[in-house]
């Protein structure tokens, strides 16, 4: 079956500690998110990736950065990880960005930080 | 601004029906979108409006007025397994989609 996968599905880290989520995709689409959650929130967008244009929301903090080494894959890094980035990550892909385009997400990673 | 407005909790039985609101302001609008999201998991794509009126997709149903900036998911016999959060998303001018925090419902016996 075509899917969204993040590995792990649960990480721990230690607060300052970097630490890179990962995300793959075999629905072959052009564009892939990640989104941050937390515990009843809306999910906010972090990144997304039109092909290989990356794209860094505006309030996206500097700690967070972003791969697209190829279309299937993508890559969450956070350099130094605070208590407040504590959250599930969220990945998505859709096949376009236009109007009636639906975002497909992986099952996420859950972050605790020490 | 651009905002998303769903109640954040609702309480039904199973075997009933219940309808979730949700009421928006963005910038431009390209369809509205809901998705399930049960705890700890990731949001399942669940409808996709963007004319006005009713898609109707098995038990679950989804309305959409432009005019009002308003929608609602139509939940009918209802099942335990559909206890789970139910978050609204507006595709605004940019083709951004403007999350709603999410509305918790509660199926209770």
């Known amino acids: 079956d075509a899917m969204v996968i993040q590995n792990p599905r649960y990480q721990v880290t230690q607060f300052g500690k970097p630490v890179t989520l990962s995300c793959s995709q075999t629905?072959?689409?052009?564009?892939m998110y990640w989104y941050q959650q937390k515990s009843s929130q809306a999910p906010k967008l972090l990144f997304h990736y039109y092909d290989k244009d990356f794209n860094n929301e505006a309030d996206t903090p500097d700690n967070f950065q972003s791969r697209r080494p190829n279309t299937s894959f993508c890559f969450l890094d956070i350099r130094s990880p605070g208590l407040g980035d504590a959250a599930m990550y969220l990945c998505?892909?859709?096949?376009?960005?236009?109007?009636?385009?639906?975002?497909?997400f992986g099952p996420g990673t859950r972050l605790l930080v020490l | 601004g651009q905002n998303i407005d769903q109640p954040t909790e609702m309480t039904a039985t199973e075997g009933a029906i219940v309808q979730i609101n949700c009421t928006y302001q963005?910038?431009?609008?390209?369809?509205l979108f809901w998705y399930q999201q049960h705890a700890g998991e990731a949001p399942t794509f669940l409808s996709y409006n963007v004319l006005d009126g009713l898609e109707e997709k098995g038990r679950f149903s989804s309305f959409l007025s432009r005019s009002k900036g308003y929608s609602y998911l139509l939940l009918k016999e209802l099942q335990m397994k559909d206890s789970a959060s139910y978050l609204c998303?507006?595709?605004?001018?940019?083709?951004?989609?403007?999350w709603g925090a999410g509305t918790k419902l509660i199926i209770k016996p």
């Open positions: 629905l072959n689409h052009n564009v």
């Open positions: 998505a892909t859709s096949r376009g960005a236009g109007v009636a385009e639906t975002q497909y």
């Open positions: 963005t910038s431009g609008f390209n369809g």
């Open positions: 998303a507006v595709k605004d001018s940019n083709y951004q989609l403007i």
